[in-house]
């Protein structure tokens, strides 16, 4: 079975679609390690807040069955693929990291660059995962988080159960 890191977004019905992936999640997978939910601000356009947060699950889908399983579910979820790539979406899940694999797999790229980029995704991805390193930068996620600009991205953590 593969460690698998995942960030899941929505600004659009953000409640109902993050327990809407919360669920389908642990209903395919099983057990899941769910970090707190973050309201960020959107980032690379002018919208409305994000709920953030990351999900670890162990899986023996290989990378690609993965990505499809994923669109699967936010396509499910009424993820609308046409408009730009930043933009306001029902929901937006990303695989992090798979095991400590690197490079382009199934056309997925890892470990995804976002991780160390974005506060909305490296603060809960530390949050679960402090010991885990990156495969790349090998330094702990918490030793990222840490040495991160915390001041450069707005994020508070919101009330939110699950479920």
Known sequence: MAQVYLSLGSNINRAQYIRAALDALAGRFGELQVSRVFESEAVGFQGDNFYNLVVGLQTDLPVGQLALCLRGIEDANGRLRSGPKFSARTLDIDILTYDHLTGTVDGVKLPRGEIVKNAFVLQPLAEIAPEVLHPVEQKT???????????????WPVEFIWP
């Open 141 to 155: 996620y918490r030793q990222l988080w840490d040495e991160y600009d915390q001041a450069s991205q707005k994020l």
